[in-house]
């Protein structure tokens, strides 16, 4: 008979952001914010549901746009197996 094995993978990706840190204020007339992480490579990276393009080394940078006020950002790094990291963010935007 034919043996079959399975590997189960319950391992979270890595996920860092570099930019920007939890509380950041802009006012630079633009309503983005220049978002900069790394993340293992080949995986799905989200930043409030928008879909990222990683660099063949993992690395991402993402112009978000922003509303005045208060913004949350959730970037989410997920992999084949379905295991996700996830990271929050509050940016302050004041025109």
Do not use: C, W
Request: a negative charge.
């Amino acid at each position: 008979s034919n043996v079959i094995s399975t590997r189960i993978d319950r391992t979270a990706p890595k996920l860092t952001i570099d930019k920007p840190q939890d509380g950041t204020t802009i006012n630079d007339g633009t309503h983005k914010v220049a978002v900069n992480g790394i993340t293992d490579e080949d995986l799905k990276v989200t930043i409030n549901g928008r879909i990222v393009v990683l660099k063949s080394d993992g690395s991402f940078t993402y112009s978000m746009p922003l509303n005045d006020g208060e913004n949350k950002l959730e970037i989410i790094s997920r992999d084949p197996a379905g295991n996700e990291t996830r990271v929050e963010r509050r940016v302050i935007y004041q025109p």
